[in-house]
């Protein structure tokens, strides 16, 4: 399907992420810069220190999301009237599965695909060094960063941090996603998010390079409070 692309729009217009993650009630907010102790429970690693591991590969998270979702939406309209929302998910995910392979190499040994044949497939990536490492593998997201797709067998186990082969316990693991409006068709933002079975800890947003100013944060913290 990867052939049937059509060339992304020069045009196109990246839009103003500030305007689309203005804190909802009850939703906190917090630098790129913050350490985020409050996120921090039974042990786990901070969301700053997480982040991290991970910063380098920060614009590269926001370009492979963006650019497959403007690859899909450059399918021929007759196509794209045929696909429901799990088909267009699916087409979008593959796009991003593979520019990320790509991009990816440039930063082997650091960055790694495990070997997804033990997983059923899913494509999980290491990051970082041993003891300070994370997984991640990419998703769509809904606005507070859970997973809006059917989910593998090996994707729940995934996300409730089962021993799954080839997966070092040690290291966070983490989804990588787009979140999209209703309709589907207009980008909002590309999120890093840190579930936990039916949970998610904590859950941020990427400021896009082409947005950022000199010496603002890489992403803000976007997590809902929720009361219980």
Same mark, same amino acid.
């Given at each position: 399907?990867?052939?049937?692309?059509?060339?992304?729009? =020069?045009?196109?217009?990246?839009?103003?992420?500030?305007?689309?993650?203005?804190?909802?009630?009850?939703?906190?907010?917090?630098?790129?810069?913050?350490?985020?102790? =409050?996120?921090?429970?039974?042990?786990?690693?901070?969301?700053?220190?997480?982040?991290?591991?991970?910063?380098?590969?920060?614009?590269?998270?926001?370009?492979?999301?963006?650019?497959?979702?403007?690859?899909?939406?450059?399918?021929?309209?007759?196509?794209?009237?045929?696909? %429901?929302?799990?088909?267009?998910?699916?087409?979008?995910?593959?796009?991003?599965?593979?520019?990320?392979?790509?991009?990816?190499?440039?930063?082997?040994?650091?960055?790694?695909?495990? %070997?997804?044949?033990?997983?059923?497939?899913?494509?999980?990536?290491?990051?970082?060094?041993?003891?300070?490492?994370?997984?991640?593998?990419?998703?769509?997201?809904?606005? %507070?960063?859970?997973?809006?797709?059917?989910?593998?067998?090996?994707?729940?186990?995934?996300?409730?941090?089962?021993?799954?082969?080839? @997966?070092?316990?040690?290291?966070?693991?983490?989804?990588?996603?787009?979140? @999209?409006?209703?309709?589907?068709?207009?980008?909002?933002?590309?999120?890093?998010?840190?579930?936990?079975?039916?949970?998610?800890?904590?859950?941020?947003?990427?400021?896009?390079?082409?947005?950022?100013?000199?010496?603002?944060?890489?992403?803000?913290?976007?997590?809902?409070?929720?009361?219980?």
């Amino acid at each position: 399907m990867l052939d049937s692309c059509c060339a992304l729009g =020069a045009g196109n217009k990246i839009r103003n992420i500030f305007l689309d993650f203005r804190p909802p009630f009850g939703t906190m907010q917090l630098p790129g810069s913050a350490l985020g102790g =409050a996120t921090m429970m039974n042990g786990e690693r901070p969301v700053g220190e997480v982040m991290g591991f991970i910063d380098f590969l920060l614009h590269d998270f926001d370009t492979i999301c963006r650019q497959a979702h403007e690859t899909y939406r450059g399918y021929a309209p007759d196509v794209l009237v045929q696909h %429901d929302s799990r088909t267009a998910a699916n087409c979008i995910y593959s796009h991003m599965a593979s520019e990320a392979e790509s991009r990816f190499a440039a930063h082997y040994p650091k960055v790694q695909l495990l %070997d997804p044949r033990p997983l059923g497939g899913l494509k999980v990536w290491r990051v970082g060094d041993i003891g300070a490492d994370a997984l991640i593998r990419f998703k769509k997201h809904d606005q %507070d960063g859970f997973a809006r797709n059917y989910q593998t067998k090996q994707a729940r186990q995934y996300d409730r941090g089962d021993v799954l082969p080839g @997966l070092p316990q040690e290291a966070t693991r983490l989804s990588v996603g787009y979140y @999209l409006d209703p309709t589907g068709t207009e980008f909002i933002r590309t999120q890093v998010a840190r579930p936990r079975g039916k949970r998610i800890d904590w859950c941020v947003a990427i400021v896009p390079q082409a947005e950022r100013q000199a010496g603002e944060k890489l992403w803000f913290e976007i997590t809902r409070q929720r009361n219980f």
